[in-house]
């Protein structure tokens, strides 16, 4: 037993914790994002709608590593973003967690844009425009109509993001690389150990990851079940 | 009637697009650093040995063994260090009868091409304005393993370990050097020349055993063209394709 803890639990914590950092921080972008662009392609009047929404979902049929090669080029030490970022704040994301959330942000973010855009198309019109004749601006429409009816969508969107982001390997590999301690997590840690031959620990850490993930499942059924119905 | 017509047409052309490597492929599992050497040598091989096609399948040498030992349906095994060999041979997963060296390395520390940090030396990696150290993996990588040997004669491993961004194989740290991602890295001195004006060789390194590359017939090969296609690198014209890529004769 000592041995069991020394040489698989105590090595698979770290990339376990990493990997709960970077897929809380990447649905949390993603939930924010995809609540604000859900909501936009709810609006009839909006223009390029359907254009916009293409390009929003865009990230759920590309290859990761077609968003990793994206990602890296505009992000990395050369590109347009990523020069700008180390100039103005010093911070450079390849190689570091909050490249690693990026990347999970971005294939997990149409996950909640998409349930969320169906849920607020979902709301009753007329409860918003009652709102509105009662005198309250958009904003409050937004925040205590539209955002509370639709947010048992929201949230079912935001569960499939999280288990998105928890899952999440070419694109944090192309980004982030494989260091591990810094932006190793759980997936790639599991290619590293198979590559290397480590079969123990792959299968220590896969069954891991699939008790983490039942957990989270059981957890958001739960969850759902307790969310005021609509 | 038709829909089922229509369903098992497409299973059955299915099934026919995804027959396996047919009776004329020879698959090569080689060394990350052979890659362009190998692409030209099997062009050649090829156009003398009519109907046979090389497919080649390069990564981390140790990630090619892993493959094999998993079962993969390799002819010939090219690895970048004798270590990884050892262990296939010593899994009666390569015949030894055929194993040879064919050709020899060296590795060399690389810095961007418009790096301004002016290093002169592995000496210079401890300054603090040298923040990521790429190298491969030394697991599974070669490259890897011959840094971290050579660090280690220096006695410099230890101390630049938080620098360190390890790659799953040689060309990735390459890819790393190129993109400017990196301060410094360690890498074949063939990679270095496959990248040419992109990236600067600080200097040779001095590694205890020699980076040669042995070659072997994997035991589970049946085809004749796996010796032949040994025998041709180890012939002068196959040697005179690798010499092309930097590649030294053992």
Redesign the interface.
């Known amino acids: 037993m000592p041995e069991f803890l020394s040489e698989l639990l105590l090595p698979a914590l770290v990339p376990l914790g990493l990997t709960l950092k970077v897929s809380l921080t990447a649905t949390a972008g993603a939930c924010l994002f995809g609540i604000a662009a859900g909501f936009a392609l709810s609006r009839r009047n909006m223009p390029g709608r359907e254009l916009l929404d293409a390009l929003c979902t865009l990230p759920l049929v590309l290859p990761p590593t077609v968003i990793g090669y994206y990602l890296?080029v505009l992000f990395?030490?050369?590109g347009v973003l990523g020069l700008w970022l180390q100039e103005t704040f010093g911070v450079s994301l390849?190689?570091t967690w909050q490249g690693a959330a990026l990347a999970a942000c971005v294939v997990a973010f149409p996950l909640v844009c998409k349930a969320a855009r169906t849920a607020f198309e979902g709301v009753d019109q007329n409860l918003e425009h009652a709102a509105r004749s009662l005198g309250a601006c958009e904003g409050s429409v937004f925040l205590r109509v539209s955002l509370p009816l639709a947010w048992r969508g929201v949230l079912s969107g935001t569960m499939l993001a999280l288990a998105r982001a928890m899952g999440e390997f070419g694109a944090t590999l192309m980004l982030a690389?494989?260091?591990?301690g810094r932006t190793q997590t759980l997936s790639l840690a599991i290619y590293?150990a198979?590559?290397?031959?480590r079969d123990n620990e792959a299968m220590f850490l896969v069954v891991l990851t699939s008790l983490v993930c039942i957990l989270l499942l059981l957890a958001s059924g739960k969850f759902l079940k307790l969310s005021p119905q609509t | 009637m038709r829909k089922l017509k229509c369903v098992l047409g497409t299973l059955a052309l299915t099934l026919l697009l995804a027959v396996p490597a047919h009776a004329g492929d020879l698959i090569v599992s080689a060394a990350a650093s052979l890659t362009n050497a190998f692409d030209v040598a099997k062009k050649t091989f090829e156009a003398a040995h009519p109907g046979v096609t090389v497919v080649s399948n390069y990564g981390a040498s140790g990630a090619l063994l892993k493959q094999m030992e998993s079962g993969a349906p390799v002819d010939v095994f090219a690895s970048a260090d004798q270590k990884t060999m050892d262990q296939a041979a010593a899994k009666g997963l390569v015949d030894k009868a055929t194993r040879r060296d064919f050709v020899r390395n060296g590795l060399v520390l690389i810095v961007p091409a418009d790096s301004k940090l002016g290093l002169k030396s592995a000496a210079d990696l401890a300054q603090p304005g040298v923040v990521r150290i790429a190298l491969g993996n030394p697991e599974i990588v070669p490259a890897g393993r011959y840094t971290k040997e050579a660090l280690e004669m220096s006695g410099q491993w230890s101390d630049l370990t938080k620098k360190y961004i390890l790659g799953n194989n040689v060309r990735q740290v390459l890819d790393y050097v190129t993109r400017g991602e990196v301060d410094a890295a360690f890498v074949f001195s063939t990679d270095a020349m496959q990248a040419g004006s992109k990236v600067r060789v600080v200097m040779e390194m001095a590694i205890r055993t020699p980076a040669l590359y042995p070659i072997a017939v994997a035991s589970s090969s049946k085809k004749p063209e796996a010796k032949a296609f040994v025998d041709f690198l180890l012939s002068a014209e196959g040697q005179r394709i690798l010499g092309t890529f930097g590649f030294k004769k053992p």
């Open positions: 890296l990395g030490r050369r390849v190689f690389g494989n260091l591990p590293d198979v590559q290397a031959g």
